[in-house]
């Protein structure tokens, strides 16, 4: 994944655990994860359409967990936020007159393929209380 969306959603996801069900505002998210506020209110947004979060809006506002730590795979997260393929993606169209050209795209696709089918069985192993257990 060539962006930094997994580890702020996991960031916040950790940062709501620790408020045990307290309203937790984006500016303090932004604080500790060291973001614009607006970049954290659009992962929000994103972990409430997944039903990792809900908010509460005005005064005294913010976001909490929806569930228990528990029950929000690492997996799930991951395929919230995914927006491309673990290793990246190929840009160029090589020569296809080259017998290495003409395949390596086909063969990048498969390789990708695997790496990140490994990389979602790990983080579906694991759920947010056991990555939040590390901080204690």
């Known amino acids: 994944m060539s962006t930094s969306r997994f580890p702020i959603a996991l960031h916040i996801l950790t940062l709501l ?10 500016a303090y998210l932004a604080g500790s994860i ?8 659009k992962e929000i ?5 997944h039903g990792f979060v809900d908010s509460k809006e005005g005064k005294g506002g913010g976001s909490f ?8 795979n690492l997996g799930e997260v991951y395929h919230s936020v995914r927006s491309s393929n673990v ?7 090589p020569n ?3 017998p290495v050209g003409r395949q390596i795209n086909q063969h990048l696709d498969t390789l990708y393929s695997a ?12 759920t ?9």
């Open 128 to 136: 947010l209380a056991d990555f939040a257990a590390r901080f204690e």
């Open 115 to 126: 790496a990140e089918h490994a990389l979602i069985a790990n983080l579906s192993k694991q």
């Open 45 to 49: 947004m994103n972990l409430r359409k």
């Open 87 to 93: 290793l990246g993606q190929h840009k160029n169209e």
């Open 65 to 72: 967990l929806a569930k228990n730590a528990k029950d929000i």
């Open 34 to 41: 060291n973001i614009n506020p607006v970049l954290i209110r």
């Open 17 to 26: 655990n620790e408020a045990k069900g307290n309203v937790v505002s984006s």
């Open 96 to 98: 296809p007159k080259c």
